[in-house]
């Protein structure tokens, strides 16, 4: 597609529950990386693919949250019995390879109720 | 480690006044430096970016910044500010070639008086 792609744009669902949010990147794109943005706490960077592999899963803030990549292409975050603390905007990038700019998708606005 | 510092939260002037935003880094090796705009309930949008050669870069909507590594500093100015620049804007690094993710500031609130 002409740009990154995230799946819904608004997500409210009851703490405990497990939600899946989804990102389509830029066509061609090897890299992909999730941020997290909240008040307060400004982009913090959750998780970093490279083609289907995670090199950096660094910022996954507990074992509640995880994501994969399949095909190189869909990437999809995963957050379990999900707590009020999970209430964020969830972005997702894509770049060219992991030296060029990434360009941002629209966002994932979750909250949990 | 690499971090990013943007001072002040929130900025404000006025409309046809110069806009200056100031980031700061740290890395231990020369770094790629972002400039992103994010509009309200919008995503990131790419203003400008260094990464070698010429250390004054220029951006769209009439922004430009000048890398400084003796100062380690990369601000984000433009001559006259506009209604429709304000925004947040997010500096940025990425430990050079090879790096893998982008270093976040905390995110500048500009706003235009009219």
């Known amino acids: ?113 | 480690a690499q971090s990013v510092t943007q001072l002040g939260s929130h900025v404000s002037v006025s409309e046809g006044a110069l806009v200056l935003l100031r980031c700061n880094y740290s890395s231990s090796v020369p770094p790629y430096l972002f400039w992103y705009v994010q509009y309200p309930n919008q995503g990131l949008q790419l203003l400008l970016k260094y990464t070698t050669g010429a250390t004054l870069v220029k951006g769209i909507n009439g922004f430009e910044a000048e890398f400084k590594k003796s100062e380690t500093s990369f601000h984000l100015t433009k001559p006259s500010a506009h209604m429709s620049d304000a925004a947040e804007y997010f500096c940025a690094v990425r430990r050079g070639v090879g790096a893998q993710k982008l270093v976040f500031g905390q995110g500048t609130r500009l706003t235009i008086n009219p």
């Open chain 1, 1 to 113: 597609g002409a740009g990154v792609s995230q799946s819904p744009s608004n997500k409210v669902t009851e703490k405990g529950k497990d939600v899946e949010l989804r990102c389509d990147p830029i066509s061609g794109h090897t890299a992909l990386y999730w941020y997290r943005q909240s008040l307060g706490q400004g982009l913090e960077f959750l998780i970093y693919f490279q083609g289907n592999s995670a090199p950096d899963k660094s910022g996954l803030p507990s074992d509640r949250f995880s994501a994969e990549r399949t095909g190189g292409s869909v990437s999809t975050l995963t957050i379990q019995r999900t707590q009020q603390e999970d209430s964020a905007v969830y972005l997702c990038a894509s770049s060219f390879d992991r030296s060029t700019e990434a360009f941002f998708g629209q966002g994932t606005r979750l909250t949990v109720v």
